[in-house]
């Protein structure tokens, strides 16, 4: 089973927190201090929120400010797509901002929520036909 750990960085650990549950996401306290909160999606799917100074630890990169450059776009599947739409109302209420429209595509849905730090989260949910077929069979069979 492969997992995968997101590292983020913020501005303000006890917000991200408050954010990141607000989502729906649990804070394992065996991997959170006053450093990392470790953020858990599901049982495959955490995020690591680190203060920026911790972030700086990891790499000797440059770190961006994600208020102002895009470095990496986290999409996320979500069951329908009113899942999608009360996660965004979920993300917005806790402080999260939606930079653009909805995009519906047919075979895909998906919103766009920033983070309390500008870190870009994309939530969607792709019709079952779609992901298993192609975009092209869904579309084909359902116009």
Known sequence: MTMIFVNLPTSDLDKAKAFYTALGCQINP??????????????????????????????????????????????????????????????????????????DYGFMYSRTLEDLDGNILEFLYMEPQAADEGPEAYMGENG
Do not use: C
């Open 30 to 103: 065996l991997f959170t201090d006053r450093n990392a909160a470790s953020v858990v999606w599901s049982d495959q799917v955490h995020f690591m929120v680190l203060t920026r100074d911790y972030f700086t630890t990891f790499t000797d990169k440059a770190i961006v400010d994600p208020r102002d450059n895009a470095q990496a776009i986290i999409a996320l599947t979500r069951d329908s797509r009113e899942h999608v739409d009360s996660t965004l109302v979920a993300g917005i209420a806790a402080g999260g901002s939606e930079p653009r429209e909805a995009q």
